[in-house]
């Protein structure tokens, strides 16, 4: 005879479990997948070492350059400035371990650091997927706005990178001061943005600060952090980008310095020489770096990238690019430094099977190596060169599923379940609805949004749609009903006084 109110007090216990346990938190730890031995590390730094003594870096700013001699580099019979072993080795052991990137809500900060592993984003797309039409167009400041406002309410986005260039901007100041203000209008998550010149930093500081009036000065906690690539592959540096580097650290914003080389083009193709050179160059930047403030807050973003030699293009995607950015991050951490890599960069134009395919091979390779923030990882598509509603909800739904596979098995007496297994073989012979089962169920799996689980039948009943179909339509669902509104209408009058903001 089935027992009245079973069912009822069975999804109570499963709400109140899912209340306490989440079975797959952000933040986990990574590790478990090492590409490389220990003496090839070993090896490798070494390398890197040895490039930055031997070759040294060029196209040094002069400021830069008084700098660092001033701390022991020296000019090589190249001409380039050149760094002794213990020298970096030097700038490597005061340099910062972890840095906290703080959320304009204190609640979503993140600690960079160790092999936790936080997925966020990244990029510079020209173009993106429509959801009406499903093909590609420019994107614009609305764009943006909408990719900040939809990631907001994603819970495996540690951070939001705007994904996407607002094309239909001309001028590169009001470019600039409309990214930053499309990010704080719609998210209080960290976020960062990039500078186009040095001379942009401080009016956009000003801004934030008005932004952040009701929770104290942005200049004491900032939340927002600065992404930039100040080494140029191979071995020189980018004067605008040191200068905007030392005018960010002049006002106290983090930095993440990102060497994005490419493989066969501006770095070896070998991908052991690759590692070495992208790593010194890396290096690079931690150097100038420290040279004018130790211990400076600045996340150590070594991306290896690909191309497909028979025809030269970008390819964001592959077994080369999933063990070479896990490799990445095992170093990373190896030496010690907060590390960034990059991960889900597919080269698929469309959510579809190469998508699902490329995404969840780097991101989970990158995951497992325990890459502490893996960029790139949320919302790209075509090689970078596009940015989709719909994949940022089916990347979501993947990196619950990488959190899974991080945390584990956890094997205590509880677990192990001997009373459980003792009740069912010696009583009803099944585990289905037993106390240790209606534990376990929120607390030991996760139950996707998206993903499908019906029978081919019913899937067919309910109108035969695909991930892409269901991403599509929540997408919509959360851009027509969530409307955050993180921005004080005094702070926003003030803003739109001082600078041309193009968003309604």
């Given at each position: 005879m089935r027992k009245s109110g079973g069912r009822k007090a069975r999804i109570a216990k499963r709400a109140s479990v899912e209340q306490e346990h989440d079975p797959a938190?952000?933040?986990?730890?990574?590790?478990?997948?090492?590409?490389?031995?220990?003496?090839?590390?070993?090896?490798?730094?070494?390398?890197?070492?040895?490039?930055?003594?031997?070759?040294?870096?060029?196209?040094?700013?002069?400021?830069?350059?008084?700098?660092?001699?001033?701390?022991?580099?020296?000019?090589?019979?190249?001409?380039?400035?050149?760094f002794p072993p213990d020298f970096t080795q030097k700038i490597v052991d005061g340099a910062a371990k972890?840095?906290?990137?703080?959320?304009?809500?204190?609640?979503?900060?993140?600690?960079?650091?160790?092999?936790?592993?936080h997925f966020g984003t990244g990029g510079a797309a020209v173009q993106t997927l429509d959801l009406e039409t499903r093909i590609y167009r420019p994107s614009t400041l609305v764009d943006l706005y909408d990719f900040t406002r939809l990631q907001d309410t994603l819970p495996n986005v540690s951070w939001f990178t705007r994904c996407c260039v607002a094309t239909d901007i001309p001028d590169n100041f009001d470019l600039d001061i409309n990214t930053a203000y499309a990010l704080l209008r719609g998210t209080t998550k960290p976020v960062a943005t990039s500078f186009f010149l040095p001379e942009f930093v401080e009016p956009i500081a000003n801004m934030l600060d008005i932004a952040g009036s009701d929770t104290g000065s942005f200049r004491q906690r900032p939340w927002v952090f600065a992404h930039i690539s100040p080494v140029i592959s191979p071995l020189r540096y980018g004067e605008d980008a040191v200068d905007v580097t030392l005018e960010c650290m002049r006002l106290g914003i983090p930095l993440n310095c990102i060497t994005a080389a490419q493989s066969g083009a501006t770095a070896p193709a070998t991908l052991a020489g690759f590692l070495a050179s992208s790593l010194a160059e890396t290096l690079a930047s931690l150097i100038m770096v420290n040279v004018y403030q130790p211990g400076y807050p600045m996340i150590f973003s070594n991306w290896p990238l690909v191309v497909d030699l028979r025809t030269g293009a970008f390819s964001g995607a592959g077994g080369e690019t999933a063990v070479m950015n896990a490799a990445s991050a095992q170093i990373i951490n190896w030496i010690g430094l907060p590390s960034g890599v990059a991960s889900s960069m597919t080269d698929a134009k469309a959510?579809?099977?190469?998508?699902?395919?490329?995404?969840?091979?780097?991101?989970?390779?990158?995951?497992?190596?325990?890459?502490?923030?893996?960029?790139?990882?949320?919302?790209?598509m075509a090689?970078?060169?596009?940015?989709?509603?719909?994949?940022?909800?089916?990347?979501?739904?993947?990196?619950?599923?990488?959190?899974?596979?991080?945390?584990?098995?956890?094997?205590?007496?509880?677990?192990?379940?001997?009373?459980?297994?003792?009740?069912?073989?010696?009583?009803?012979?099944?585990?289905?609805?037993?106390q240790h089962t209606l534990d376990s169920m929120e607390r030991d799996y996760y139950y996707p949004k998206l993903s499908?689980?019906?029978?081919?039948?019913?899937?067919?009943?309910?109108?035969a749609h695909t991930m892409w179909d269901v991403a599509n339509t929540r997408a919509k669902e959360i851009l027509e009903t969530y409307n955050p509104d993180y921005l004080d209408s005094t702070a926003d009058r003030l803003i739109r006084k001082q600078f041309n903001i193009l968003l309604d």
């Open positions: 938190p952000i933040g986990p730890q990574g590790g478990q997948y090492k590409p490389l031995s220990s003496s090839e590390v070993e090896t490798i730094y070494a390398t890197a070492l040895q490039i930055l003594d031997e070759l040294g870096m060029g196209e040094v700013p002069e400021g830069l350059q008084n700098q660092c001699l001033s701390k022991g580099a020296y000019i090589n019979k190249h001409g380039r400035l050149s972890s840095i906290t990137l703080h959320g304009r809500d204190p609640a979503r900060s993140i600690n960079v650091g160790g092999q936790s592993v959510p579809d099977a190469q998508m699902g395919m490329e995404k969840g091979i780097t991101a989970l390779a990158a995951g497992l190596a325990g890459g502490n923030m893996i960029h790139e990882s949320s919302g790209m090689s970078l060169l596009g940015a989709s509603f719909e994949a940022f909800l089916i990347d979501d739904e993947m990196h619950s599923l990488i959190y899974r596979t991080l945390r584990g098995i956890e094997v205590t007496p509880e677990t192990l379940g001997f009373e459980a297994i003792k009740a069912a073989v010696l009583g009803e012979g099944h585990f289905l609805g037993g499908d689980r019906t029978d081919p039948r019913t899937w067919q009943e309910n109108g």
